[in-house]
């Protein structure tokens, strides 16, 4: 089991260096922070196991979701290094979710690695780790964090259709 954290977050970046929007490219494994449509940043992702099989189901099923949701909190005693959570599932998600018999999961989140692994560094991008949550390193979890308020919105786009 990874240990809670008490990873001392970093300080918010100055206002001209945070962002207002975040873009999630699946099919490029790729999480872009925008500025007024300015890139600020970007950075590899991984996913959960099973992200290229579409949109999130229901818990437990390994793959991350799809659509527009907003950073709704942050967590800076987490399993990992920091979290961000991604307000998934929304009243959509419930009511999908609700009609196949399902519970929609939940606690979707944007992070670092977890506690005690973060000299893995750029490694982690050999394996699609997480359960559905989007994984970055550790040094760019503390980036992130700085630059990303509660309330900006993040849309993760699904890979294109064959």
Do not use: F
């Not at 500025?35 to 390994?62: F, Q």
């Not at 989007?134 to 700085?146: A, H, K, L, R």
């Amino acid at each position: 089991m990874a240990r809670l954290g008490a990873n001392a977050p970093p300080p918010p970046a100055p206002l001209g260096e945070q962002a207002d929007s975040i873009l999630v490219s699946k099919a490029e494994r790729r999480m872009v922070l925008l500025r007024e449509g300015r890139e600020l940043a970007s950075y590899p992702i991984v996913m959960g196991a099973n992200w290229d099989r579409g949109h999130k189901l229901r818990e437990g099923d390994e793959r991350t979701p799809e659509g527009t949701y907003v950073i709704d909190w942050r967590n800076s005693g987490s399993v990992a290094h920091l979290s961000l959570h991604i307000s998934y599932p929304n009243a959509e998600d419930r009511a999908r979710a609700k009609a196949a018999g399902a519970d929609p999961g939940g606690n979707i989140m944007i992070h670092g690695l977890p506690n005690g692994w973060g000299a893995l560094g750029s490694l982690h991008l050999l394996h699609d780790w997480t359960n559905g949550c989007i994984g970055v390193s550790n040094d760019q979890m503390d980036e992130i964090w700085s630059r990303v308020p509660n309330g900006t919105p993040i849309t993760i786009a699904p890979l294109p259709a064959p």
